[in-house]
């Protein structure tokens, strides 16, 4: 198994089974997470003509977990594009556990891959369901960096 593999394993271990069942805890297989990241990089190159790393693309994760699939897509990609993907990624994850872990993997997983993580929380606990359509995301990941508030985390966090 991977390194991804099993921190999401040990994640998905670790949360109670009545959460779980409540929250839809599932790991994603790692050959799915980069069978869908090569999809979309050749969906966006098709479709719009430019790569992940466009600086005009925004990466967002709605239900981050451990990190996984930002991380696999830092750690397969090509590393003159690894610094652009990191840029403009965007995590959000209803644990705080959850949250926090996926924030600290991305970041790993960025540094050992040559990038510098940018200065602001790659991943934050919020309820995506309650965030509305018209969001702004990177300006809500500015919002909680500069204040320390989380405007949708969660109810009970």
């Not at 996984?68 to 403009?88: M, S």
């Not at 602001?120 to 702004?136: E, G, H, K, S």
Request: aromatic share 8%; proline share 8%; charged share 20%.
């Amino acid at each position: 198994m991977t390194r991804q593999a099993d921190l999401a394993k040990a994640y998905e271990q670790s949360t109670s089974s009545r959460r779980a069942s409540s929250d839809g805890v599932v790991t994603t297989p790692v050959e799915v997470v980069d069978f869908i990241n090569r999809s979309a990089w050749q969906q966006t190159r098709q479709r719009f003509g430019v790569d992940l790393d466009h600086g005009r693309v925004q990466l967002i994760d709605p239900f981050a977990g451990t990190g996984i699939f930002f991380a696999r897509l830092l750690e397969t990609a090509p590393p003159d594009k690894v610094q652009g993907l990191v840029n403009n990624m965007f995590g959000l994850e209803v644990d705080p556990a959850a949250a926090a872990i996926a924030d600290n993997n991305i970041r790993q997983v960025a540094q050992e891959c040559g990038a510098t993580p940018p200065d602001r929380p790659l991943v934050i606990c919020a309820d995506t369901f309650a965030i509305p359509n018209d969001q702004d995301i990177p300006a809500l990941f500015d919002q909680v960096h500069r204040t320390g508030t989380h405007p949708y985390q969660p109810k009970g966090e």
